[in-house]
């Protein structure tokens, strides 16, 4: 059998990433490793990891690179990782995205493909909106669409230039965007 595949998915908060991610785990078999879950959970124990992440959180800041490349390495080193993974939330940006290169590189891993799920800015807030979680507030919500615009957006051009990128329009029924996102990776 082919090696499961190991793969990112992109897009800013609101594009649907993390309903497609779970979906597409399961269909693939993959872990579905989700930055955002995985410190929510931090929080929700009161670990140290939480205490440290919970204002930044709520204030839709990032994490700084260090502690979440702690994190990363550590979840995918876990065995039902070694197969294939499909990254939700990480990385947010360049210096993660060259972390994660190095995580995977040496243990002679590398990235099969990086989904980017395209919805247009005006969809995005009301979506958001809809959600009601604790960092959803609007002006959260603004601040998290203005981060991703600064940080995580020049990894388009970054995974593009490395021939990974797999732009996937994020508008529509959710069985019509995972299709579309199966077709992407083939
Ligand atoms: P998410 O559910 O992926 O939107 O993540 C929720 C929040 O967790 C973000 O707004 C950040 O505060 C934090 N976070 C999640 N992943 C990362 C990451 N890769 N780098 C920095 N902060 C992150």
Not at 29 to 42: E, I, K, Q, W, Y
């Amino acid at each position: 059998m082919a090696t499961k595949p190991k793969l990112v998915l992109l897009g800013p908060p609101g594009s649907g990433k993390g309903t497609q991610a779970e979906i597409l785990a399961r269909e693939l078999g993959v872990p579905h490793v989700s930055t955002g879950d995985m410190l929510r959970g931090a929080v929700e124990e009161g670990s140290a990891l939480g205490r440290k992440v919970s204002g930044l959180m709520n204030a839709g800041a990032l994490v700084d690179d260090g502690t979440m490349a702690e994190v990363v390495r550590e979840r995918l080193g876990r065995s039902d990782a070694r197969g294939g993974f499909l990254l939700d939330g990480y990385p947010r940006n360049r210096a993660q995205a060259e972390t994660l290169e190095a995580i995977l590189s040496a243990s002679d891993r590398d990235l099969d493909a990086v989904v980017l799920l395209e919805v247009p800015e005006e969809e995005l807030v009301a979506r958001v909106a809809g959600r009601g979680r604790s960092d959803d507030s609007e002006e959260v919500i603004r601040e998290r669409l203005r981060v991703y615009r600064e940080k995580t957006e020049p990894l388009v051009d970054y995974y593009d230039q490395r021939g990974l990128l797999r732009p996937v329009d994020g508008v529509g029924a959710i069985d019509d965007v995972n299709d579309r996102i199966l077709e992407a990776i083939g």
